[in-house]
C-alpha cells in the first residue's frame, strides 16, 4: 500500500525531520521572499542552493525531482515566452530557424526559473520532511481553527489518496482483463473508464470521514484535549529568529540600494 502523504522519514531521520513545522514554514516563506526580491542571478542561485543542501541534509533530493519534472512544462512555456516574444528583446542570442532567442529575454526567463525551482524546492522541505498532521497540529495549538486545520490536512493528502485510490483501481481493473499497457491510444481508452470509479470512490471516501469526524465530536464547542504532544524543537526560536534578521535585512538592502 503506498503511503498517503508526501512526507519521507528516512530510516535514521535527519536534523531537518526534527526541526518543528513553524520554522521549516518560516524558512519556506523567507526563501521565496528572498528569492523575489534579489535581482541577480547569482544570489537567486545561491537561495536555491540553500533549499537544495536542506533537501540533501534531510536526504529527500530524489524525492523532490519527480515534482520539478511535473513542473518541466511551466519551466519551458516560460522560457519560450520570455526568450522569444518578451517586448524588451534588443540582442540576439541564439536563431533557430524563423525564432530568435533575445539574451535580455532568456536572462529574465532564467531569473524566473530560478525563482520558480527554488519555490518548488522550499516547499519541497517542509512538505517532505513534515507530518502533514503534525504540521496541522502544531498550527491548531497555535491557534489555528480546527475546521481551516482539517482543509488544510485534506489538500496535503489529496495528491497522495487520489494516486492510492487510483493504483488499487487499475490493479482491480487489471484482475477482470481490462489491458491497460500498450500503445498511447490504449492508455488513454483504460483511463476513461477509471475515471468514474476514482471519483465516486473519492465522494465517498470524504462522506464517510465527515461521519467519521462528527462522531468523535469534531464540531464540539468544549474544551479540546490532545493526545500527542509534539516535542519541543530546542533550537526553534534562534532558528526563527535567524530567518527574520536575513528576510528583514534583505529587504532594507533592496529599500536603501
Not at 534578521?245 to 532594507?252: D, G, K, Q, Y
Request: glycine share 6%.
Amino acid at each position: 500500500m503506498r503511503n498517503m502523504t508526501l512526507y519521507v522519514h528516512p530510516e535514521n531521520g535527519s536534523p531537518i525531520h526534527r526541526m518543528d513545522p513553524l520554522t521549516k514554514m518560516l524558512y519556506v516563506f523567507t526563501s521565496v521572499a528572498i528569492s523575489y526580491l534579489l535581482p541577480s542571478h547569482l544570489l537567486v542561485s545561491l537561495v536555491l542552493a540553500v533549499s537544495i543542501l536542506l533537501l540533501v541534509d534531510g536526504k529527500v533530493f530524489r524525492s523532490i525531482l519527480p515534482i520539478i519534472g511535473v513542473s518541466f512544462v511551466l519551466l519551458a512555456s516560460i522560457l519560450v515566452v520570455q526568450g522569444f516574444f518578451h517586448p524588451d528583446r534588443a540582442t540576439v542570442l541564439w536563431e533557430i530557424g524563423p525564432f530568435t532567442l533575445y539574451k535580455e529575454g532568456f536572462s529574465i526567463a532564467f531569473l524566473i526559473l530560478l525563482r520558480v525551482l527554488n519555490m518548488v524546492c522550499a516547499f519541497g522541505v517542509l512538505i517532505l520532511t513534515t507530518k502533514p498532521d503534525e504540521l496541522v497540529e502544531t498550527l491548531v495549538q497555535k491557534g489555528l481553527s480546527p475546521r481551516f486545520g482539517y482543509v488544510l490536512l485534506s489538500v496535503l493528502q489529496i495528491i497522495p489518496q487520489m494516486m492510492t485510490l487510483t493504483g488499487k483501481i487499475m490493479d482491480a481493473q487489471r484482475a477482470r482483463g481490462l489491458e491497460m499497457e500498450g500503445s498511447l491510444w490504449v492508455r488513454v481508452k483504460s483511463f476513461i473508464p477509471l475515471l468514474g470509479p476514482v471519483v465516486l470512490r473519492s465522494l465517498a471516501e470524504t462522506r464517510e470521514r465527515s461521519i467519521a469526524l462528527e462522531v468523535r465530536g469534531f464540531n464540539s464547542t468544549g474544551k479540546r484535549t490532545r493526545l500527542h504532544e509534539l516535542p519541543l524543537y530546542p533550537y526553534g526560536v534562534a532558528a526563527k529568529a535567524l530567518l527574520a534578521a536575513i528576510l528583514l535585512t534583505v529587504i532594507v538592502w533592496r529599500i536603501w540600494s
